[in-house]
């Protein structure tokens, strides 16, 4: 999160008991993935402008599952003044998520973020328009237009080039989660 130099700002900062963890990196970018799509640059530019036009909607998701386990923040600025921004560029989507931690699965999302095992992001949503193209022998999909459904924290995603970095960690004591097998991640993931 980032809060500006005001007064009303630094104090609603300072009740924040919890500091968020924040994850960043590229969701989706323009190259043929594992299952044979080209998402354009400029079909995720449209896409993802829709998306996160409605406050509602930018949820962050844990492999694919509808378990909300953060939301999208359109910029984030470290406490050293770097600044991320989400967005779409000549390489593709950049997403920042905040992770929420307020949940027993958002928690075990948070522990294997910090483990490593889930590192990466994928993206769903419905292609509008589409092409069949070839690249040498290789048949693909490219996609023109699409709605973007929603963006979602696993371990490796569809997108070769999809992962994140923590921009801004945490720390999680080791707990027993989900002993009750109530949680959608399994310890072996």
Not at 106 to 134: C, D, W
Not at 160 to 182: E, H, R, W
Request: glycine fraction near 8%; charged fraction near 25%.
């Amino acid at each position: 999160r980032a809060y500006p130099d005001s007064e009303k700002f630094m104090q609603a900062a300072a009740r924040i008991e919890n500091d968020p963890i924040v994850v960043g990196g590229p969701a989706s970018v323009e190259m043929i993935d594992r299952e044979g799509h080209l998402i354009t640059t400029n079909a995720l530019t449209k896409a993802f402008d829709k998306y996160m036009s409605n406050f509602r909607t930018r949820n962050a998701m844990v492999l694919h599952s509808d378990v909300q386990v953060g939301w999208a923040l359109p910029a984030y600025i470290s406490k050293g003044g770097q600044i991320f921004k989400s967005g779409v560029g000549e390489n593709g989507l950049f997403f920042i998520t905040e992770v929420r931690d307020d949940t027993r699965i958002a928690k075990r999302v948070i522990e294997q973020i910090n483990e490593g095992k889930l590192k990466s992001y994928s993206i769903a949503g419905s292609a509008i328009k589409t092409q069949s193209m070839q690249k040498g022998l290789l048949p693909y999909m490219q996609v023109d237009e699409m709605e973007l459904a929603e963006v979602t924290v696993c371990e490796t995603g569809v997108n070769q080039n999809a992962g994140f970095d923590v921009l801004k960690g945490m720390y999680i004591p080791k707990t027993n989660t989900c002993i009750d097998g109530s949680c959608l991640i399994s310890k072996e993931h």
